[in-house]
Nanobody, 127 residues
Framework: FQLQASGGGLVQPGGSLRLSCQLS????????MGWFRQAPGKEREGVSC???????TYYVDSVKGRFAISKDIRKTVWLQMNSLEPEDTAVYYC??????????????????????WGQGTQVTVSS
């Protein structure tokens, strides 16, 4: 099983980036997928997640209206990030869970809801 994330980079405030994450070897069946991030000196936080069918999406308050998550049937998930702010600077990780909805027991970003984690991709927002 492997999650391969890409799309990070350096962008000016107000700019956009699109992260992608490809899931391979997870077999058939349903899976939800999420994006997390960790800034220097801070704990990892959930950013966004999408249910197995794609019918439900969730966002942390700080990115609502700026970020958009999507996925396709070929097990790829994207995170479109617009109006980026310096506070968005972090290493971004994707994760997959073999369940229909995000997270665990109603907490969309509970680690227990995610079975596989990818390597991170650095996003730096700076002028």
């Amino acid at each position: 099983f492997q999650l391969q994330a890409s799309g990070g980079g350096l962008v000016q405030p107000g700019g956009s980036l699109r992260l992608s994450c490809q899931l391979s070897g997870f077999g058939s069946g349903y899976y939800s997928m999420g994006w997390f991030r960790q800034a220097p000196g801070k704990e990892r936080e959930g950013v966004s997640c999408i249910s197995a069918t794609g019918g439900a999406t969730y966002y942390v308050d700080s990115v609502k209206g700026r970020f958009a998550i999507s996925k396709d049937i070929r097990k790829t998930v994207w995170l479109q990030m617009n109006s980026l702010e310096p506070e968005d600077t972090a290493v971004y990780y994707c994760a997959a869970g073999r369940r229909r909805d995000c997270g665990y027991n109603g907490d969309y970003f509970d680690d227990r809801g995610y079975d596989l984690w990818g390597q991170g991709t650095q996003v730096t927002v700076s002028s």
